[in-house]
């Protein structure tokens, strides 16, 4: 179960950190991401971390946005800086666990992230 949070309204160019609780535990998991979906758009990656620590951005997002993993709170964080209008979205959180038979998705609820001008 992904629990996802730290959404709110803020203005361009400000900063906000989202954080995804993983439970039982993080370390069954093998790449946590978020993802966004604005409206009328289809969802996209924006950061993921894989569990030796790689990281990947979108690349609007690159340079901006960091994706970190601390697993004594089995948690997930995106920290958001220099906010933009459209990074406007509701965000998710996933997980993905791999196995012999294939890849299992987890996903979080929606958090609301909106960017005023």
């Known amino acids: 179960q992904l629990q996802a949070s730290g959404g709110g309204l803020v203005p361009a160019g400000g900063s906000l950190r989202l954080s995804c609780a993983a439970s039982?535990?993080?370390?069954?998991?093998?790449?946590m991401g978020w993802y966004r979906q604005a409206p009328g758009k289809q969802r996209e990656l924006v950061a993921s971390i894989a569990q030796g620590g790689l990281t990947t951005y979108a690349g609007s997002t690159k340079g901006r946005f960091t994706i970190s993993r601390e697993n004594a709170k089995n948690t997930v964080y995106l920290q958001m800086n220099n906010l933009k209008p459209e990074d406007t979205a509701v965000y998710y959180c996933?997980?993905?666990?791999?196995?012999?038979?294939?890849?299992?998705?987890?996903w979080g609820q929606g958090t609301q992230v909106t960017v005023s001008s």
């Open positions: 996933n997980g993905k666990r791999f196995s012999d038979y294939g890849s299992i998705d987890y």
């Open positions: 039982p535990n993080i370390f069954s998991i093998n790449v």
